[in-house]
């Protein structure tokens, strides 16, 4: 193209005016950005022109994969006839009705209605409000209070990092706002000592059980959870626990927030990751994979027990974004959809790269420094740990993580690393020789760290 700007200077550009989220900024500055210039399929290319597959689909995010054309197409049809029009006041656009129908079509009968976002953080933002609107309307104002875990990821708005439970958001901003507690999480490696992973399962999923109790069932609204947490390290948690989050949560009448943004459409084999689990959700957050990144949009899937109260009961819900069913993101995420379904991605990746990946993933649990390699359709966390038979971690997990991932990239291969856990989230297309790179180059990385790294 004769009209890009040159790419020479834009690292020195980018440290003058460019500020980036979840980076070092003072490091990043010396360093230089690396600049991601073009995709296509599994692959991405930087400025100098090296190659990397991306076993992270961005931000686990870019469920078809890049470089698709008919996306593309459908969003630039889309701004030819109607560029924008909102979703208040009595209007709709043909792209935002139909897709909620789509999305619907594929959530399960008692989850009928979506209100659509931007993003997960939103989303997030989106529930949090309805949950309590929902309550106030039954005749139980009160009912204000949410259950989050520790270590989960909910977003970065106030809201959303309130919920979450990462410490490090919470201590830059005096968070998490009132009303909102964390119970620990379901991480057997780490926390579960002498207990079976079944055992641990229902340990952690009972501590909700006991800060109900403490906060008093009255004032409880909800609990919300990621089926497995993606930032906080692919947690895969014990079978015991989501049977028994469910039925608390039904025992003592508090609605279930299950956070879809990652695990949903087809991440986990499932069109979302409730269904995996075999549980119902009252609420669900969905973003990423719904368009598999190619413009924003996000939502919250409503059940019918809470839409109808808000239907019927509250009328006008006083929340709402400008760009809340945008026509042209939502034109994008009809065409992904339509993509995931005439491929059969869902059906692929429970039945036949699913299957595959877990294998290969699995087959690194053989190596010296890998304590746990564990994973769910195409979603897999790997355990590092100094001593295997002991479960005995790293004493700095952080930057023997961060060390296997930037041996990673610079053999051409994106992954993330939360502390000592490393993550893979391709996109759902990727091929069996692709998987094969993937779990050859980290084997390549986990071997310099096995001969390098101090105990
Ligand atoms: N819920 C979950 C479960 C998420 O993973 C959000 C909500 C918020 O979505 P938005 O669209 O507002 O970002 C997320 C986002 C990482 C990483 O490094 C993860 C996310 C976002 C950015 C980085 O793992 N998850």
Request: charge should be negative; glycine fraction near 10%.
């Amino acid at each position: 193209m004769n009209d890009k700007p040159s790419l020479s200077n834009l690292a020195a550009i980018d440290a003058a005016h460019h500020l980036h989220p979840f980076s070092d900024m003072k490091q990043l500055n010396a360093k230089g950005t690396r600049i991601i210039e073009r995709a296509e399929g599994v692959f991405i290319y930087d400025s100098t022109g090296k190659k990397y597959l991306d076993a992270f689909a961005g931000l686990w995010c870019v469920n078809v994969g890049y470089g698709r054309q008919s996306i593309a197409d459908a969003a630039y049809r889309q701004m030819q006839e109607l560029p924008y029009y909102n979703a208040f006041f009595g209007t709709t656009t043909p792209p935002a009705t139909l897709l909620a129908q789509k999305i619907a079509s594929h959530a399960g009968p008692k989850l009928s209605r979506v209100f659509f976002t931007n993003s997960g953080s939103e989303a997030t933002d989106t529930w949090f409000r309805m949950a309590r609107v929902y309550w106030k309307a039954l005749g139980k104002p009160e009912k204000t209070q949410v259950i989050a875990r520790k270590n989960g990821y909910h977003g970065s708005t106030v809201a959303g990092a309130s919920l979450g439970g990462m410490k490090l958001m919470h201590e830059q901003g005096n968070l998490p706002i009132e009303g909102v507690h964390h119970i620990n999480q379901p991480y057997w490696y780490a926390e579960g000592g002498d207990l079976s992973p079944a055992e641990f399962g229902l340990k952690a999923a009972r501590e909700l059980e006991a800060k109900i109790d403490e906060l008093g069932e009255d004032r409880v609204a909800a609990f919300v959870a990621e089926p497995i947490q993606g930032a906080g390290g692919v947690i895969v948690p014990p079978d015991t626990y989501w049977p028994e989050i469910a039925r608390i949560c039904k025992a003592r009448n508090i609605l279930l927030v299950v956070d879809e943004v990652i695990c949903g459409f087809g991440r986990l084999g499932q069109w979302f990751g409730h269904q995996h689990y075999g549980v119902e959700p009252d609420l669900a957050p969905i973003a990423k994979g719904l368009s598999s990144g190619y413009l924003p949009i996000g939502g919250v899937l409503v059940s019918d027990r809470v839409a109808d109260v808000m239907i019927n009961e509250v009328g006008d819900f006083f929340h709402g974004f400008t760009y809340s069913g945008h026509p042209v993101a939502a034109a994008a995420a009809l065409e992904n959809l339509r993509i995931i379904e005439e491929e059969g991605l869902v059906e692929r990746v429970r039945d036949d790269i699913g299957p595959y990946f877990a294998a290969a993933w699995k087959s690194l649990e053989d190596h010296d420094v890998v304590g746990q390699a564990e994973s769910v359709g195409l979603m897999g966390g790997l355990q590092l740990a100094a001593d295997k038979a002991t479960r005995r971690r790293y004493e700095k997990p952080d930057d023997i993580g961060s060390a296997v991932r930037n041996h990673c990239v610079e053999n051409g291969l994106i992954m993330r690393a939360t502390g000592d856990r490393m993550l893979a989230s391709p996109a759902l297309t990727i091929s069996r020789s692709e998987v094969d790179e993937v779990i050859d180059k980290l084997r390549k990385a986990l071997d310099h760290l096995r001969d390098t790294a101090a105990k």
